[in-house]
């Protein structure tokens, strides 16, 4: 019988390393034959030989050397090298270990709101009492042994705590390894079973990073490809420090705290469709044109947002009136008002009932709007001249299937104006868009909708790369309204946008002061009728469809209810089922937008409820309050389908 080869775990708890040479010597060919078929450049620079790092192995000793230097990684005390007994510390409990730290997002568990989205709030609500009160709910969340939910490594120093917890037999729900020096990641390769890690983590959920993060994206993608089990807990272990691994952990960091961003609800779209539903009226022809496969203007378009830049830009912008075509974007009237300036389009986007009297109190006078096409009825009335954009990342702008959607128009009414700027202008100008906190400014300008403001940073607020020479801060929706910014850019591509605020930098765009360059004369009256005629009256023309989707609304509820209706009998299943039907949510809105995006807040609320009364639950038996939630998920669905149906009956009917 041949004799099998002694783990690593083993081998280091023995003591005796004579064993070693034939683990590592075997380990690192399997490894270099798994990187060989996976990743072919990984691989070639794998080969190169040490520069910086090497594995140090001698008298029954274990180190890491910076030959370089001639110095150890690991701290050598008493003359005993400690990479091994530090590694068999870091391989103890790591969520209960003081080397790692877990997060969990800010987010805690609590009952909806039943007032403002009832719907959705009376699937919710009873999970948590049903788990209080039925399954002897804790307030310490408990996980199954040797599961561990999305982690997070910056620096692996070899690696062999890791290899020791696979031994073990720990399962990562996802993992994000960072390693920063090639010689490093190659010295892992003599320890951790790559091959085992990749199979003991879930599928598609382990993303290794040699040398460079590349893209910001692919961080962000290892969050929203599992937007609700990868938003709640998350450990973290950083085993060094550099200029490299701090900026990675902040990506991460910004990452994580966008994904935890506000989700909606079916609640809330249902008012925009209500509302859609009346701005585009029953007949033929339209009561308010829509913008319909327009082009560009040759006129650059300022668009002017209420954060704390526009005080100091207010002369900029009355000075050069005549220049340019101004967008107003929602609570920002007030301000250019009381300076004088008169905008040629106020931007709106907001659902709420009492915009009406925000736009009365500015006021609105003779503006000009142009609103989403979700905005209050009694809003729109207010003007007397009015159009509508169909605001993309909105269910009920996919309505009709509609030929022209605005993009990247989420999550402020700021980011609205500018995707429209950046759609019907080759030259854009931002002002006031500041996308975060201005150290020693208040939030918004003065004499706003809001008032008087204390100038204070949040908590939860982090720094980011500022536009001028100010210090910037941001949160998740800041973040989020700044990256929206920097795709439209991109995907919209107009020729050039200058930034001449203090706040965050925008990807794509020139920042620039407003003392540092003028405005060409230009014929602004003939630019603004060419806009206004990419407005269309007719109905049929706007839109491909006026199909009802109540086939596609109830197909979709039973597609949601048959991927829940499958025995979860512990928490690691349901980590995997929760991600299978965040995935089918995912896929709905890409080949479906009005219906997937209708119900995908509500189904985030959903899964993320489960989730968290789950974890409260002290002990890994869950099959029957699962079962139990899932009744009150098929209960709650049927009340969404049925309210929709009714709206949708009595308005295209």
């Given amino acids: 019988m041949k004799e099998q080869t002694p783990t690593l775990l083993h081998i280091a708890q023995s003591g005796d390393l004579s064993q070693l040479n034939t683990y590592i010597t075997k380990r690192y060919a399997i490894n270099m034959d798994f990187f060989s078929s996976i990743n072919a450049k990984l691989y070639n620079e794998l080969q190169t030989k040490p520069s910086q790092y090497t594995l140090y192995c001698k008298d029954n000793e274990l180190n890491i050397i910076d030959i370089q230097n001639n110095t150890f990684v690991y701290p050598v005390e008493n003359a005993k090298h400690t990479m091994i007994e530090q590694n068999l510390s870091l391989s103890k409990n790591p969520l209960n270990n003081p080397a790692f730290s877990l997060?969990?997002?800010?987010?805690?568990?609590?009952?909806?709101?039943?007032?403002?989205?009832?719907?959705?709030?009376?699937?919710c609500n009873p999970m948590i009492e049903l788990m209080q009160n039925e399954f002897s709910g804790s307030n310490r969340f408990h996980l199954p042994n040797n599961f561990l939910p999305s982690s997070t490594f910056f620096g692996l120093l070899g690696g062999m705590f890791l290899q020791f917890l696979l031994e073990k037999g720990y399962f990562f729900h996802s993992?994000?390894?960072?390693?920063?020096?090639?010689?490093?990641?190659?010295?892992?390769?003599?320890?951790?079973?790559?091959?085992?890690?990749?199979?003991?983590?879930?599928?598609?959920?382990?993303?290794?990073?040699?040398?460079?993060?590349?893209?910001?994206?692919?961080?962000?993608?290892?969050?929203?490809?599992?937007?609700?089990?990868?938003?709640?807990?998350?450990?973290?272990?950083?085993?060094?420090?550099?200029?490299?691994?701090?900026?990675v952990r902040d990506n991460v960091a910004q990452a994580y705290a966008i994904n935890s961003r506000g989700w909606g609800s079916f609640d809330d779209e249902m008012i925009g469709v209500k509302n859609t539903f009346c701005n585009l009226s029953k007949s033929e022809i339209l009561s308010y044109p829509i913008l319909h496969l327009p082009q560009r203007v040759n006129v650059p378009i300022c668009v002017v947002g209420n954060g704390a830049s526009l005080d100091s830009l207010l002369p900029f912008i009355k000075a050069n009136m005549d220049r340019m075509i101004i967008f107003s974007c929602g609570t920002a009237l007030k301000p250019l008002k009381n300076a004088g300036i008169e905008p040629d389009f106020?931007?709106?986007?907001?659902?709420?009932?009492?915009?009406?009297?925000?736009?009365?109190?500015?006021?609105?006078?003779?503006t000009t709007l142009l609103c989403g096409n979700m905005v209050q009825p009694s809003a729109l009335s207010l003007a007397k001249e009015a159009y509508i954009f169909m605001r993309g990342g909105s269910a009920s702008a996919y309505f009709g299937r509609a030929k022209s959607v605005v993009e990247f128009a989420a999550p402020y009414v700021g980011n609205a104006g500018f995707a429209l700027a950046c759609l019907l202008s080759e030259e854009v100008l931002i002002c006031g868009l500041d996308c975060g906190y201005i150290k020693g400014r208040t939030k918004h300008a003065k004499g706003s909708f809001y008032g008087d403001e204390q100038s204070e940073i949040p908590k939860n607020a982090y720094a980011v790369q500022g536009n001028a020479e100010c210090e910037v801060y941001a949160d998740a929706l800041f973040s989020l309204s700044a990256a929206m910014m920097g795709r439209a850019i991109e995907v919209f591509a107009p020729r050039l946008v200058l930034n001449l605020g203090e706040g965050a930098y925008i990807r794509g765009s020139r920042s620039i002061r407003a003392d540092e360059f003028d405005l060409a004369k230009v014929d602004k009256a003939k630019a603004i009728a060419e806009l206004k005629g990419y407005m269309c009256k007719d109905k049929h023309k706007v839109l491909s469809s006026t199909d009802s989707h109540i086939s596609e609304v109830k197909a979709y509820k039973e597609a949601i209810l048959q991927a829940m209706k499958v025995s979860v009998r512990g928490k690691r299943e349901l980590f995997e089922r929760i991600d299978k039907i965040q995935a089918l949510s995912l896929k709905k809105v890409a080949e479906q937008p009005f219906v997937g995006v209708l119900f995908e807040g509500s189904i985030?609320?959903?899964?993320?409820?489960?989730?968290?009364?789950?974890?409260h639950i002290p002990n890994d038996d869950i099959a029957l309050f699962y079962a139990r939630c899932v009744e009150l998920v098929e209960s709650g669905l049927n009340k969404m389908v049925m309210s929709y149906t009714l709206l949708a009956t009595t308005h295209t009917s």
């Fill in 604 to 615: 985030s609320h959903i899964l993320h409820s489960i989730m968290l009364c789950a974890l």
């Fill in 175 to 247: 993992l994000l390894l960072f390693e920063e020096d090639i010689d490093l990641f190659r010295i892992s390769l003599y320890f951790v079973d790559y091959p085992l890690l990749f199979e003991s983590v879930s599928d598609r959920s382990c993303y290794l990073f040699v040398k460079d993060l590349l893209h910001k994206e692919f961080v962000q993608n290892y969050f929203t490809q599992r937007r609700i089990t990868n938003n709640f807990l998350r450990l973290e272990l950083q085993l060094y420090d550099s200029p490299k691994i701090e900026a």
């Fill in 346 to 366: 106020q931007i709106e986007i907001e659902r709420i009932d009492y915009l009406k009297g925000v736009l009365e109190s500015a006021p609105l006078g003779e």
């Fill in 103 to 123: 997060y969990t997002n800010h987010l805690a568990l609590h009952k909806l709101d039943s007032q403002k989205i009832p719907l959705t709030a009376h699937i």
